[in-house]
């Protein structure tokens, strides 16, 4: 006969905790059963483990002599082993080597991925299962509680399985899972074969089937390490046409089974709210992270652009349910950088507007990494700049600026220590005055920095999105003022004619920042010198048959250039454009003071035009000194024009908010003043040349005359 219970254990069986026990043992067995299959552990090993705690089980009651064993005979080892404590006591250090066993299973990376990993995604089926029984027993133990539940939770009652994304298995399913595990026990590999996409795709679409996701990566899984000797994969691929459709199946059905199962949330700012941790999110992770390492993973390998720009344009659809793990986001930044710097401009495309949502998270470290990532990029990949590769940095510079102008207050950060290190090379290169100190600012990179962090101003800061805003001032604005004095700075280093590419590049980043920002910035100094140099006697130009030199892919001019007439003439011709299109500016000709801030320009002029035709034969060309006079005609007209609007004002200079009325009136005209019609003959004739140079470019024959 067997011993009688306790009175204590008669009492623990009787209040349903016994049960309860039982349960949590039987599934941490499951849990080490299945992780000591993992690991190659022999099978009878784990039955005798199961054998051992059946008995235990049956024998809830410790045994009297076990208690009855002296505390004093102990070894220090036995005492911290508690064995005096009882079975309960060691049960739960069982539940904590579970636990450790589990969480080392966590840790083993994304590369312990077969037909059995990730099986508790298929476990969320029963989960759904379980609660509609204990929804449908609600009513007869709880009848109060089931009412109010119908009166205020109505969704709770009408919980579907469908809706959680589980499936009902059908003979043929059952069929595949069978034969899944046979072959998985099997030495040889299955083969993927269309049969089993179309199964998978059909309970995809239909149901938004867990379990067939979970099999869908496994094969993705295969397919981006195919040919990989030191990995181990649960499918061997054959055809090509089957690997295409694994891969684009995969890359297009994943984010819209996620999206169903677990939603994120678009804020109304542009940025969005990564899932909350429910249940079905936390299985779902680890499968999710795995299959955002393969993505990384094989997008270093595709020949395919059309590939590469689905699996960026898919990828970026899953950002929101990986930025936790700040290892997937770094890779998939360093990847999409890499991408934004070097591919065709349909992936720098793809890419972008990946990292935009990298950047769009409410996490401010990830912003932190995006913006460090995107300036140093832009940064390398201008190291050195032609024609070919001029279109490609503007584009970088442009989506760059973007992304920087999503959050100012972020971007200021980053703005400020950037800049203050152009304003550091500058003042190295003042203080050593050497051609190794000047290489520190006369460099591509130097004039491609200047160029963004103007982009990124007169974006941020511009007058039009102020006043959208509230005339709410940027947390940028501050910046201008000190990058327009490095700027400056740099056109004062050197000022010899070789160097005027160079300043030329600087102007017009700031013409682009004065512009948007309706901010006064004095350009006429920095230009009207190009000008009165060139028309100047001492000047003697001699003639060459060198080509034209583009100024746009130039910071220095070849020493060959030096004082020849085509070089001059290229010069004078951009340096007049930029003044005019600097005096029609808001700012200036929207000035009621355009009349007397043209004066120093007018007088210079004069003088330059004067001395060039009294001066010798050989200092100037007829055209350059055409193209001076005609401007300085355009100036004096549009200072008449303005003098005449201002004889009907009725108010006095002190009247500053009438004077604000009247300019505002004034810069809708600009386009009609003799300035604003000449400036837009001239871009009109520079737009029909740019055309005929790319045409040339592309081995057209073209003929480029001289308008």
């Not at 022999?42 to 809830?60: A, G, M």
């Not at 040349?689 to 057209?700: P, S, W, Y």
Request: charged share 30%; net charge negative; aromatic share 8%.
């Amino acid at each position: 006969m067997g011993k009688k219970a306790s009175k204590q254990t008669k009492k623990f069986a009787a209040s349903g905790q016994l049960k309860k026990v039982i349960q949590a043992r039987h599934k941490h067995q499951q849990i080490r059963k299945r992780i000591l299959g993992k690991r190659g552990a022999k099978d009878d090993k784990v039955r005798s483990e199961e054998v051992d705690n059946e008995d235990e089980e049956n024998e809830v009651e410790v045994p009297s002599n076990e208690k009855a064993k002296s505390k004093k005979g102990m070894s220090v080892d036995e005492f911290l082993n508690a064995d005096f404590m009882g079975e309960s006591y060691s049960d739960d250090d069982n539940v904590d080597d579970m636990d450790e066993s589990d969480s080392d299973d966590d840790n083993e990376g994304e590369d312990d991925f077969d037909d059995t990993s990730f099986a508790s995604v298929d476990d969320l089926e029963e989960d759904g299962k379980n609660h509609l029984m204990e929804l449908s027993k609600l009513a007869e133990k709880d009848p109060e509680f089931f009412k109010y539940l119908q009166e205020n939770d109505q969704e709770l009652l009408k919980f579907n399985l469908d809706d959680t994304g589980g499936i009902q298995l059908d003979d043929e399913d059952n069929e595949e899972a069978g034969d899944d595990d046979v072959d998985m026990e099997s030495e040889k590999m299955p083969t993927l074969t269309s049969m089993h996409l179309r199964r998978w795709q059909k309970a995809l679409l239909e149901q938004r089937s867990l379990r067939a996701l979970r099999k869908l990566l496994i094969a993705f899984r295969a397919a981006a390490h195919l040919n990989e000797d030191d990995q181990v994969l649960a499918w061997s691929i054959d055809s090509s046409s089957v690997y295409n459709k694994l891969v684009t199946t995969t890359l297009r059905y994943t984010p819209v089974v996620l999206e169903h199962h677990v939603p994120y949330k678009s804020l109304p700012n542009g940025k969005f709210k990564p899932p909350t941790q429910t249940h079905k999110f936390k299985t779902l992770q680890k499968l999710i992270l795995s299959y955002f390492h393969n993505v990384i993973h094989v997008l270093s390998q595709f020949t395919d652009n059309e590939l590469v720009q689905l699996a960026v344009t898919e990828s970026a659809k899953l950002i929101p349910y990986i930025v936790s793990s700040r290892k997937a986001v770094k890779l998939y930044l360093k990847q999409c950088l890499e991408l934004w710097s070097s591919a065709q401009d349909n992936i720098r495309i793809a890419a972008f507007l990946a990292i935009r949502k990298l950047a769009s998270g409410t996490d401010e470290s990830i912003m932190d990494y995006v913006l460090k990532g995107a300036y140093l990029t832009l940064i390398r990949s201008s190291k050195s700049t032609n024609v070919h590769s001029l279109p490609s940095i503007n584009l970088m510079k442009n989506s760059a600026s973007e992304v920087f102008c999503i959050d100012h207050s972020t971007a200021y950060q980053h703005a400020f220590g950037y800049i203050r290190q152009l304003a550091i090379h500058l003042r190295n290169s003042m203080k050593v005055k050497t051609k190794e100190g000047y290489k520190q600012v006369y460099n591509w990179q130097f004039v491609h920095c200047i160029d963004f962090w103007s982009i990124v101003l007169a974006r941020a800061c511009d007058s039009r999105t102020q006043v959208k805003n509230d005339d709410t001032a940027s947390d940028l604005k501050p910046l201008i003022y000190p990058l327009v004095q490095v700027c400056l700075g740099a056109i004062k280093l050197i000022s010899t004619s070789r160097s005027y590419p160079f300043h030329l590049h600087i102007v017009r980043s700031l013409l682009h920042l004065t512009k948007h920002t309706d901010i006064y910035i004095p350009l006429s100094p920095h230009l009207v010198p190009i000008l009165t140099s060139i028309l100047a006697p001492s000047s003697r130009s001699k003639s060459s048959t060198l080509r034209p030199l583009d100024l746009e892919v130039q910071i220095r001019a070849p020493q060959q250039y030096i004082r020849t007439r085509v070089y001059h003439e290229g010069v004078l011709e951009e340096s007049a454009y930029l003044l005019t299109e600097w005096l029609t500016s808001p700012m200036v000709q929207g000035s009621i003071s355009f009349p007397e801030i043209v004066v120093p320009v007018v007088v210079l002029l004069r003088k330059a035009l004067k001395a060039a035709r009294s001066g010798s034969s050989g200092s100037s060309s007829g055209k350059d000194q055409g193209t001076v006079k005609v401007l300085l005609e355009r100036i004096e007209e549009s200072a008449k024009w303005i003098k005449q609007r201002r004889r009907s004002v009725t108010f006095a200079p002190g009247q500053l908010e009438e004077v604000v009325s009247w300019e505002k009136d004034l810069r809708d005209l600009i386009e009609d003043s003799p300035l604003g019609k000449y400036l837009k003959v001239q871009k009109k004739l520079r737009e029909k040349r740019r055309k005929l140079v790319e045409k040339a470019r592309e081995g057209e024959d073209e003929i480029l005359d001289d308008d």
